[in-house]
């Protein structure tokens, strides 16, 4: 914690971006959840989300407070370790694992369902055309991944805030023109259309639409004020997602309500797939494709298909990161092979975890199956959730005494000043149900979920035993840290470089000069760009030793007044890392060497971020190799 505490890693994320990420994974669901609920729930559909609703407003609040209390990636994982131990911490991680990777083939598989459904490309929407695409998308996506994906968080924040803000003009819009109270009342057939066996189906199914939640917990460290931050994002998420999901489904139900077709059977196109004339593929879009908005309505169903898709996309790259960070983690706690977690030499990637999990997921897709997808998400996820209610209940009545900076509602106290989260109690009681009945229910779900599970239970105890290891102990593997120098604190003038640019010897013998006229020292910030697929701890061993050879080099040059460390940092984040930095340090002028010009720009995103913001003055030294004609040797910039 202490390194964490210090420069360890760099909190970035305040409670917006929190709430805009963790909504733009979460909001994607609703673009084939709704489908697949109605497909069960027919006419019951809207009273799924409500319940399924409830469930998730307690399942957040276990999630909050342990987050809270430990904010650390790995979200039910995590919280496992904490209050039992290291296998039961692999049996939530595994679950996880089986989470991440229905989460990338679902996402993936309704995006040439949206495009065919804008497009009006039938292909799209049927098999095999469908199962192609998705897989095609899936490889893409791994290797970009592999690689290093450079996605702007400002571009996914952004789209996330669309489409929430898209989803409520769609519900304004639906309650305006199409909602209809006595056709809900009409579409309920109880115990004929839905069956009970269906309805209850639905519910764990419904589920799926706010299993998001754990990527709150997973950026936990790098959260602003984390103890305040997450516990408010994930109440925004909360009450943005239930406003939605229990708004939309009624329009929808009032835009395609539940008939009886040829055979006497009770449907909604909801529910139907596309070669039956229904929307399960594209749900929302079937939809919008049901409002009358006159000339506004070819635009809408365009605007709609392509953000539902983009969505998504996001949502199935989000999901290979989470497998990527995901297999990192477990093997930092030796809980795999060491193969697994290994990094790209060139590009600092879990690659073998990336594709070995990328292709899990396009063999899941083969079927063609969407509700198999769902109740395999479903499985997991409810798996996942069960773990992290109980361990919440377990941490408050072995930990009594611990610091809990957030606490869920509902709390029934004990003797010797313990108290029983309600909440939790609840919440693992409704997702354990869920479970059940989700995998009693559906045997092809039972085989391949139990079937992972057991998988995992062979996998853990061989590799432990080789590593000889018994099954409990939490056993880390040893990372080098980043250096840290307390004297930076009282230090005036800093120097920013990257590491993986070339020492720059004018940047250094510039501040010395500023240092020597100020009789003040010199710190060095060496910062590394972490790409979205890796840890934001990850381990670069040849990156790390030639970012301290930068350091040693610059002690070399400016004497003992030269301290400094290495910062990790994710990409487009180091501006504001040199930002904060000098803040921190007081410093009096910031020296950063010209880069090299790759873009339409002087300066870069960093430097330009620097120069944006900048708290002191700024000089940009350009080394005679690196010298632009007619530019002066230093560029300064007073504050």
Known sequence: MAERRLHGLQRVLGVNALFSTAYGNVGSSIYYALGLVASFALGLTPVVFVITGFIFYLTAATYAEATAMYPEAGGSSSFARHAFNEFASFFAAWAQMLNYTITIAISAFFVPHYLGGVAQ??????SPGDIFFTIGLIIVLSVVNVRGVKESAGVNIGLAVVDFLTQLLLVAVGIFLVFKPQVLIDNVHFGLAPTWKNFFVAIPVGMIAYTGIETISNMAEEAKDEEKTIPAAINRVVIAVFAIYS????????????HQDASGKYVTQLGLPEDQGGFAGDPVLGVVKHFDLGFLQGPAEV??????????????????????????????????PDRLRQLHPRYGTPYVGILIFGGIACIAVIPGKAEFL???????????FTIAHIAVVKLRLSQPDARRPWTGPGNFPLRGGRSLPLFAVFGGLFTLLAFIVVTAL???????GISWLLLGMVIYP????????????????AIQGPVVEHEAEYESVLVALDATQPYSKGAIATAAKLAARRRRGIHL?????????????ASFPEAEAAAESIIEQARLQGGRRVTGHIEKVRLGQAGRLIVKEARALH?????????PRTGGTLFGKTLETVLAERPCRVIIQSDPETKPPHRPAGIAVPT
């Open 462 to 477: 061989i590799y432990r035993h080789r590593q000889g290891l018994d099954l409990t102990t939490t056993t880390k593997v």
């Open 587 to 595: 410093a009096q002028a910031i020296v950063a060497p010209l880069p």
């Open 121 to 126: 490309v039938d292909a799209l929407r049927h």
């Open 442 to 448: 559906h045997v092809d779900v039972a085989l391949a």
């Open 525 to 537: 910030l060496v910062y590394m760009a972490v790409p979205q697929s890796s840890p934001i701890d």
């Open 247 to 258: 708004l939309l489904p009624m329009v929808a139900l009032s835009a395609l309500p539940v």
């Open 303 to 336: 605007y709609v298909g392509i953000l539902a898709a983009t969505i998504l996309l996001i949502a199935a790259n989000a999901g290979i990161i989470g497998v990527s960070r995901l297999v990192y983690s477990m093997g930092i706690h030796r809980q795999m």
């Open 374 to 384: 769902g109740n395999m998400y479903a499985f997991g996820a409810m798996l996942s």
